[in-house]
């Protein structure tokens, strides 16, 4: 079956701006969590859906947001970009309930310069 | 959720077997341990999860020693394409929700 899918793979935004990114999850998972990667802080967890509703949420302010789909899919906004927003975004879905395995997509690189 | 210490890196001689361990002394009694692998620019994968003794999989072994406070992650004859960076995790999670990677352990096979 299909894996998580990404989109865009890659995207150059400017200061200030505000991106959108979207993850489609494997058919049939509930849970969509979002987590930013930077050579600095590593992976770090931004927020977990679940059935439309935010699950959990990391140590992020409030320009980053998300929102999940009747169909589960999900979307990551990130408001007035700065700089440091330059980061690998991944998406990672699982099956509903337990400690189960997770299964990332392979990200989306944004740069904002 | 209980932290993990793993050496930051590693290198390896292909055809060799490689054991790395982490280090999770908080580990609760609910927890999980996992490990995961990230290639460059991609999202990390699941190798193996256990909970106490030893798991086995089709690419890997897991070793967890009764008091749970450590596991070693093994890797049998490793080849070019198992550089990358391994993540140790523990806890109870449900499936990716809040996740903790910490640093990772960088492989480096040499042929």
């Known amino acids: 079956k299909a894996g998580v899918t990404q989109t865009p793979r890659y995207l150059i935004k400017t200061r200030g701006q505000q991106v959108t990114l979207s993850c489609s999850p494997i058919?049939?998972?509930?849970?969509v969590s979002w987590y930013q990667q930077t050579p600095g802080q590593g992976l770090q967890f931004l927020f977990e859906?679940?059935?439309?509703?935010?699950?959990n949420k990391g140590n992020f302010p409030g320009r980053f947001s998300g929102r999940q789909f009747s169909n589960s899919r999900s979307e990551m906004n990130v408001s007035t970009l700065e700089l440091g927003d330059s980061a690998l975004y991944l998406c990672?879905?699982?099956?509903?309930?337990?400690?189960?395995?997770?299964?990332f997509g392979q990200g989306t690189r944004l740069t904002v310069v | 959720l209980a932290k993990t210490t793993q050496p930051i890196s590693m290198d390896s001689y292909e055809g060799q077997e490689v054991n790395i361990t982490c280090s999770h002394n908080?580990?609760?009694?609910?927890?999980?341990i996992t490990w995961y692998q990230q290639f460059p620019s991609q999202g990390p994968r699941f190798i193996i999860q256990g909970y106490k003794t030893k798991v086995t999989n089709e690419v890997a072994s897991l070793f967890i020693p009764a008091d749970r406070k450590s596991s070693t992650l093994s890797l049998p004859r490793v080849s070019l394409s198992d550089t990358a960076v391994y993540y140790c995790l523990v806890g109870t999670g449900s499936g990716a929700n809040n996740l903790f990677f910490g640093t990772g352990t960088r492989l480096t096979v040499i042929p």
């Open positions: 990672a879905s699982s099956p509903v309930g337990g400690f189960t395995e997770a299964f």
């Open positions: 908080n580990i609760a009694t609910n927890d999980y």
């Open positions: 859906y679940f059935s439309e509703t935010q699950r």
């Open positions: 058919s049939g998972h509930r849970s």
